[in-house]
């Protein structure tokens, strides 16, 4: 029913651009927190960016602020996130997932998810 498919991973330059999508079937995407996150091998997840589209709301880790995007296609129920100036450090597999909206504090926090894509893993090196 509900159900996070994740695209766009990749092997890009360091300095270099990628958009992730993800499609969301079974619910919209209005009505909960989507949140990207990453796991880099031996790391624990790390919360991205979270978007609470209903209140317009976008939250970015520090780590990424300033290089990442988050935004939203309506029409085709899908989350994306843009990430460009990319750096070795962004390599990991990227999830997506849904929440309950709750607001910043708890948006960017993985526990909150009660539902994740498969995973898309991004490669940043020369």
């Known amino acids: 029913q509900v159900q996070l498919v994740e695209s766009g991973g990749d092997s890009v330059q360091p300095g270099g651009s990628l958009t992730l999508s993800c499609a969301a079937s079974?619910?919209?995407?209005?009505?909960?927190?989507i949140g990207w996150f990453r796991q880099a091998p031996g790391k624990a997840h790390e919360g991205v960016s979270c978007?609470?589209?209903?209140?317009?709301?976008?939250y970015y880790a520090d780590s990424v602020k300033g290089r990442l995007t988050m935004f939203r296609d309506k029409a085709k129920n899908t989350a994306c996130l843009h990430m460009n100036s990319l750096r070795p450090e962004d390599t990991a597999v990227y999830y997506c997932?849904?929440?309950?909206?709750?607001?910043?504090?708890?948006?960017?926090?993985?526990?909150?998810?009660?539902?994740w894509g498969q995973g898309s893993q991004v490669t940043v090196a020369k």
């Open positions: 997932s849904r929440g309950p909206i709750r607001g910043q504090s708890v948006c960017l926090m993985a526990t909150h998810s009660d539902s």
């Open positions: 978007m609470i589209s209903r209140t317009g709301s976008i």
């Open positions: 079974g619910f919209i995407l209005d009505d909960f927190a």
